[in-house]
């Protein structure tokens, strides 16, 4: 596994750098075009055997970053030991957005799913959630709406992924026409993984988000060292049904930044500006008061370009920071500045809230969330 910087630069400024994603290369958006389409040369950073397999596995590991993995190479031997290197997650480096972008093919402008809460006709919707503040919106923002671009093109594979997760909103949204397999326990996905190689299927689509949630609710300690072992375990497990000329491709959505009790909130003057905010925690958008939007780009650079990129949408939508130049339908869902931190801190706000808190965070351009691994392996 190689370190590889994408291509560009973002910000005037040098120091810190953010890792950008490289929409035109290797980006978790290319993977499923890759494989389900002939390659040509653009396409070196799939491995091989992945290109010539008659069968493939794509193991997404939710919250699996390029560098956590590097830094604990020794805790995942298995994983360790396959053919593979970094390559870029999307912007945000947030999970509705990267899945979304891995399964359709495409970059977040292209399919709108541009955060994990989105501004959309005078609400904040979270996406994993498919809520409001005024509860279910699954009737009034239908998800097959909000998201229009068909997953793995058109193919109907079998996606292997939680029971739970079959009828929410999200999964409306980016995998509506795929097949869905439930599981319950890890060792079902395996089974079910087994099932479906069995029965000849061609390309199979599995889910796996323990290592997200361990990181979430601990932070990398010894708790989430001990899920990356478990993960490697899974990954070998799967690695064992593999039938000669199948691979198993093993990728994520997301990195993680060990955030603990550092929470800040938006300056006030940053706030009197501001009408709503949406995005998340480390990618807040504000969205600008009537007639703000100058002055909100202005109190946000002053307060917070000591701990955050502070981007405004002119500049990102210029710098494709989300790829080519959105549909006009979906500019609304964007706020006018956003604060990426590149300190480990997250910015809080009251409507962003859970069960838990968090003390492992993702969705800025560090390289920690950015980057993700691209790792094959086949049959023995």
């Known amino acids: ?96 957005s990267a899945l979304t972008s891995l399964v359709t093919g495409s970059a977040p402008s292209q399919h709108g799913v541009i955060g994990y809460r989105v501004r959309t ?112 375990r899974l990954v ?17 959505d997301h990195g993680h930044v060990h955030i603990g009790d550092r929470l800040v909130e938006p300056h006030a003057d940053v706030l009197e500006h501001t009408a709503a905010q949406s995005g998340e925690a480390r990618f807040r958008w504000l969205h600008a008061s009537a007639g703000a939007g100058a002055a909100l780009v202005e109190a946000a650079t002053e307060h917070h370009r000591d701990v955050a990129w502070v981007i405004s949408i002119e500049q990102a939508l210029d710098e494709r920071l989300f790829g080519p130049a959105p549909d006009h339908a979906i500019l609304d869902r964007y706020g006018d500045v956003a604060l990426v931190p590149f300190e480990p801190i997250a910015f809080v706000e009251s409507g962003d809230t859970g069960p838990l808190n968090l003390i492992g965070r993702h969705g800025s351009l560090t390289s920690a969330e950015m980057r993700v691994p691209l790792l094959v392996g086949s049959a023995n």
């Open 1 to 96: 596994m190689a370190w590889q910087e994408p291509p560009g630069a973002f910000m005037e400024s040098t120091t810190p750098t953010p890792s950008l994603p490289d929409y035109s290369g290797a980006c978790i958006s290319n993977i499923v075009p890759a494989l389900l389409e002939h390659p040509d040369a653009g396409r070196s950073w799939i491995p091989g055997a992945a290109l010539d397999a008659d069968q493939i596995v794509l193991l997404l590991l939710d919250g699996l970053g390029f560098d956590q993995l590097v830094e604990r190479r020794a805790l995942a031997p298995t994983m360790s030991g396959l053919d593979g290197e970094s390559i870029s997650t999307v912007a945000p480096s947030t999970t509705a």
């Open 121 to 232: 006709g005078g609400e904040t919707l979270n996406v994993l959630r498919w809520s409001t503040a005024s509860g279910d919106a699954r009737t009034r923002i239908p998800p097959r709406d909000f998201q229009l671009l068909p997953s793995f093109a058109d193919r109907r594979p079998p996606v292997i992924t939680k029971a739970e997760f079959a009828n929410s909103g999200f999964t409306l949204a980016h995998l509506s026409g795929t097949r869905l397999v439930g599981y319950r326990v890890t060792s079902s996905l395996v089974t079910e993984v087994r099932r479906e190689l069995d029965a000849g299927e061609p390309f199979i689509y599995a889910y796996y988000d323990g290592i997200d949630k361990v990181a979430h609710e601990y932070g990398l300690g010894d708790h989430y060292e001990a899920e990356l072992r478990a993960v490697d």
């Open 236 to 252: 070998g497990d799967v690695l064992e049904v593999l039938p000669p000329g199948a691979a198993l491709v093993v990728t994520a």
